[in-house]
Antibody
Framework: QVQLVESGGGVVQPGRSLRLSCATS????????MHWVRQAPGKGLEWVAV????????YYADSLKGRFTISRDDSKKTVYLQMNSVTAEDTAVYYC?????????????????WGQGTPVIVS | QSMLTQTPSVSGALGQRVTISCTGS?????????VQWYQQLPGAAPKLLIY???RRPSGVPDRFSGSKSGTAASLAITGVQAEDEADYYC????????????FGGGTKLTVL
């Protein structure tokens, strides 16, 4: 079955960097875009970034101000989120999610599989 | 970052019909972008419930339905069950931002 497993979260000091990973299995990774979505404690969902199936297109939430970078390694079926200059406002559970559409650039049409999330605490 | 507007909480008795609304603007839902709905059970990851405004992924019970009109969308649950108690989020796309996916603030459904 399709599985997404995030890792790399933990406690990090303000101003430092952290890299999250999302290992996938059960589907043709190279044919789907991948997202990161976060959820601050007691708050709603906030979209963070997306990378297209071919890695050519990357989009980010404006609020991140260029501090985060999404990337993918198709040989490892893994997507990454590099987080730089973190602040307390970045404290959240970070989910990776698979785009619903096969080989599509219309990344806003839904995320059909989600990982269990990895917590990031900036303190 | 802009956000779609959802009522923070809604409640319904077991077996009743409940609707959850999601209001956008002319730059997102009103511009023709499709709406998705996600269910998040307590302590769990979100789950896709509705995509493309009104389509259900396989495995989602048919008591869940979605609709869209103008700048708003709705999720209806007919015959609400105790296991439906969860947070529900709508999601779309905002063309006024640089390629931004947007979510609603979420609605907490309480089953009485």
């Amino acid at each position: 079955q399709v599985q997404l497993v995030e890792s790399g979260g933990g406690v990090v000091q303000p101003g430092r960097s952290l890299r999250l990973s999302c290992a996938t299995s059960g589907f043709t990774f190279s044919s789907f875009g991948m997202h990161w979505v976060r959820q601050a404690p007691g708050k709603g969902l906030e979209w963070v970034a997306v990378i297209s199936y071919d890695g050519n297109n990357k989009y980010y939430a404006d609020s991140l101000k260029g501090r985060f970078t999404i990337s993918r390694d198709d040989s490892k079926k893994t997507v990454y989120l590099q987080m730089n200059s973190v602040t307390a406002e970045d404290t959240a559970v970070y989910y990776c999610a698979k785009d619903r559409e096969w080989r599509s650039y219309y990344y806003y049409r839904g995320m059909d599989v989600w990982g269990q999330g990895t917590p990031v605490i900036v303190s | 970052q802009s956000m779609l507007t959802q009522t923070p909480s809604v409640s319904g008795a077991l077996g009743q019909r409940v609707t959850i609304s999601c209001t956008g603007s002319s730059s997102d839902i009103g511009a023709g972008y499709v709406v998705q709905w996600y269910q998040q059970l307590p302590g769990a990851a979100p789950k896709l419930l509705i995509y493309g405004n009104d389509r259900r992924p396989s495995g989602v019970p048919d008591r869940f339905s979605g609709s869209k009109s103008g700048t708003a969308a709705s999720l209806a649950i007919t015959g609400v069950q105790a296991e439906d108690e969860a947070d529900y989020y709508c999601q779309s796309f905002d063309m006024s931002l640089s390629g931004s996916v947007i979510f609603g603030g979420g609605t907490k459904l309480t089953v009485l």
